[in-house]
């Protein structure tokens, strides 16, 4: 296969804790450490792997975003991408717009495998693969926690409700990807450095003339209500009149 | 009688005479000191820590601090008689203020390590003081042994973070020095003497501790070097390139990475391949998270090091900390490992590992030296593995020669045999033989001036 296209996208990193902006406009960013998204590392870990295996020939990873989430690229190209692309927008975007972006860069450079993170840890949308499967009228497998390439197909293992689903695709495909899949690589400094000098196109998102579907406005954002302290009740006749004093019996 | 006293005072949820509840506190980490007791007390506020030593002190009876026992000599254990009473600060828990625009808050001794880090960060501060057993040993017993851990490249061991102290004094009274002044020279600064005296001059109960503006963003590095003498100049250089931002400078061994792989597979670890040496770094973020990146890679072009990784999140970020923190665990599993926790001149660290190697390997060429801790201060645990196919024993009575050597060479380059855990039990000998008469002089008449009558701990530090 010639080429395989990952999405990278930037989120506040999984150990830190979110917090509101005082406003309330949205979560604050500001001095806090973001990361790739997880499941999209874990994506762009078995991109390089087909590549190692000479699956694919090329590995490009993509971001859509403003200019800080040149950052992310940088790490993927670390972790051993070859190219990078940056769709720059100012603007939030949502699973159907992002599916629309990724379906222009699939044409303009004739990806063949599409992979995914199954949802990215800030939205928790779990949407963009399946629309993207749905616009590009090909195939999709979710959720995997294996992938085996054989030729024109593959044969995805994918994590479901009543455990262990495995289906076979024919290619190209859209696949997202789930936590067990693999573990992604630790990054080498040598490859820091040369990630430095690995192209990354920055493509305004006007330059797609994708139609953006920005449907919903955030209104406003506010912290879930803290959940009270546990007590130890003694015995059975303190809970139920802990309960009773409660109203909840 | 003096138990039913000491009952009367904590009640009933204070004391315990119970050996399964016992067992736990008269034995230690490493299962070297086990000790009897006449009772533990737990109380529960200063006046009742006042009233039992007033109570110890009228009976003449010893009293022993313990906070969470992880202490590494032996110090918080009762001696054999079952004469001694064991003081547990557990039960003083409580974080009693944090003032976040004071940059300072006033906790109890009995508040466990990671439990005061917490506190501070959730008033968006920091508290530095880190180290492997912070789960489980408590603040009282940090500032008593005055322990480091692993951010003192920038912010200094337990003493550095402390503003003020409330300490129990050897005839009960007690002494609320809690101002929180950052300056204050209005006569001696008594706080110091209570700091690393291993519950011998006081009880510590509550303490002001300062706090630090919250590092948000941080960065995690695994440098592999061919020796300490690398690691040291790779430290110079990186002092250099990061000035403030380096906070903290870990030595790791290749024996500690075969046994991390052996015992306990589940780590990941950064190389494939082996190296002899490895440097774990965390560096704060500064203007630009490429200063890091850049710094490390003009240190690897001076062949200071031979490869390095980098955290890209925090996830791996803290999986490369837990290879350092395990350290100290694995070397359990391969049988008895014996201990110096050692300092010297941070220019002699690669003078001193070498050397020392050398001495130990002739005494005993089979010896598994597992040598690490945070050279960014100077100090080496320099711990040697009994030779595999030997039984325990048999090292174990050739350990003592192996310890005077190291000692001697500590000696030698101006170290101390005490870099950060103390003396308690274990070390008062070597105490004697590496201080000046003098120093031990001042050391007793001050022990002497504030406990007459010996009851604090005694058999421990002097
Ligand atoms: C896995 C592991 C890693 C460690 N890493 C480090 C490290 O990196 N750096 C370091 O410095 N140390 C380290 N230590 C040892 C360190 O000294 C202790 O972990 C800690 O500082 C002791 O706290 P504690 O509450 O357990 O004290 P304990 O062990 O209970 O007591 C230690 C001494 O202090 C006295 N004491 C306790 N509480 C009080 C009090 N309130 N008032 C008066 N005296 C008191 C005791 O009598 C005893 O002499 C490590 C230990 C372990 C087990």
Not at chain 1, 1 to 26: A, H, P, Q, T, W
Not at chain 2, 68 to 90: E, Y
Not at chain 2, 419 to 448: D, N, T, W
Not at chain 2, 452 to 461: A, E, W
Request: glycine share 8%; aromatic share 4%.
């Amino acid at each position: 296969m010639e080429r395989v296209l990952v999405g990278l996208k930037r989120v506040v990193d999984y150990n830190v804790r979110v917090r509101i902006r005082s406003d309330g406009s949205g979560v604050e960013t500001d001095g806090v450490k973001m990361s790739i998204n997880p499941f999209d590392e874990i994506a762009l870990e078995e991109a390089l792997r087909m590549k190692e295996r000479g699956e694919a020939n090329e590995v490009v990873v993509v971001s859509i975003g403003g200019s800080e989430c040149q950052q992310q690229l940088r790490t993927g190209l670390a972790m051993g991408a070859d190219r990078a692309i940056l769709v720059e927008t100012a603007e939030s975007v949502n699973p159907l717009t992002g599916a629309r972006i990724f379906l222009e860069l699939i044409k303009r450079e004739a990806a063949e495998l599409v992979l995914l993170g199954k949802q990215a840890i800030d939205d928790d949308n779990n949407q963009t693969g399946q629309m993207l499967a749905a616009l590009w009228g090909r195939p999709q497998a979710t959720f995997a926690s294996r992938i085996e390439l054989n030729g024109s197909t593959a044969k995805v293992t994918r994590e479901v409700d009543v455990g262990l689903e495995t289906i076979e695709v024919d290619l190209p495909a859209v696949i997202t990807t789930d936590l067990r899949l693999n573990e992604p690589r630790y990054v080498k400094l040598p490859d820091i450095m040369k990630a430095k000098k690995k192209p990354l196109d920055q493509i305004p998102v006007a330059d797609l003339a994708v139609e953006s579907a920005a449907s919903i406005t955030a209104v406003t954002f506010e912290p879930p209500e803290q959940r009270q302290k546990g007590i130890i009740v003694k015995d059975v006749a303190e809970l139920v009149a802990a309960l009773k004093d409660k109203g909840l019996v | 009688m003096l138990v039913d006293e000491l009952k009367s005072i904590v009640g009933t949820s204070g004391w315990t005479s119970d050996p399964d509840e016992l067992l736990p506190h008269l034995t230690e980490w490493r299962d070297v000191f086990h000790g009897e007791t006449l009772l533990m007390v737990s109380p529960g506020s200063t006046e009742q820590v006042s009233a039992v030593i007033r109570a110890c002190a009228a009976g003449n009876t010893a009293v022993v601090p313990q906070g969470g026992n992880t202490g590494l000599c032996g110090g918080a254990i009762p001696d054999q008689t079952g004469q001694q009473v064991l003081l547990s600060l557990s039960r003083m828990n409580a974080i009693r203020c944090v003032s976040p625009n004071d940059f300072s808050m006033i906790v109890e001794a009995g508040c466990i390590l990671a439990d005061v880090q917490a506190a501070a960060r959730q008033a968006a501060r920091f508290f530095p003081l880190s180290l492997a057993a912070e789960g489980t040993c408590q603040i009282g017993g940090n500032l008593s042994t005055n322990a480091g851990g692993i951010n003192v490249l920038r912010y200094g061991n337990a003493r550095d973070q402390v503003l003020g102290l409330e300490v129990v004094l050897a005839d009960g009274t007690i002494w609320n020095g809690l101002r929180g002044l950052r300056k204050d020279t209005a006569g001696y600064d008594i706080k110091h003497l209570f700091i690393g005296s291993e519950g011998t001059l006081g009880v510590i109960t509550a303490a002001n501790l300062r706090l630090y503006p919250e590092v948000r963003e941080s960065q995690t590095a695994m440098i592999a070097v061919n020796s300490p003498q690398h690691a040291v100049d790779l430290l110079v250089e990186l002092r250099g390139s990061l000035a403030d931002q380096l906070q903290a400078f870990e030595l790791i061994p290749s024996r500690a990475i075969r046994y991390l792989r052996r015992h306990m597979s589940a780590l990941r670890m950064p190389f494939t391949d082996d190296y002899p040496w490895y440097v774990l770094l965390e560096s704060s973020l500064g203007d630009d998270a490429q200063t890091l990146e850049s710094a490390l890679a003009a240190a690897l072009e001076k062949r200071l090091g031979v490869d390095a990784v980098v955290a890209k999140n925090v996830s791996e970020q803290e999986g490369l900390w837990r290879i350092r923190h395990s350290i100290s665990e694995v070397q359990k599993f391969e049988g008895v490992s014996l201990k110096h926790d050692v300092s010297v001149p941070l220019g002699k660290i690669g003078a001193f590992i070498e050397a020392a190697e050398a001495a130990v390997l002739k005494l005993m060429p089979d010896a598994r030296i597992v040598a690490f801790g945070h050279i960014g201060d100077g100090n080496v645990h320099f711990n040697i593995s009994q030779p595999k196919s030997w039984e325990g024993d048999r090292f174990r009575e050739k350990a003592a020669s192996l310890s005077n050597v190291v000692y001697e060479i500590v000696s030698s380059l101006q170290g101390s045999i005490s870099a950060e855990h103390g003396i308690g039990q274990l070390k008062r000998e070597l105490l004697k033989q590496y201080r000046g008469e003098e120093e031990i002089a001042v050391m007793k008449s001050i022990k002497a001036a504030l406990d007459p009558g010996n009851i604090l701990n005694p058999g421990k530090v002097l």
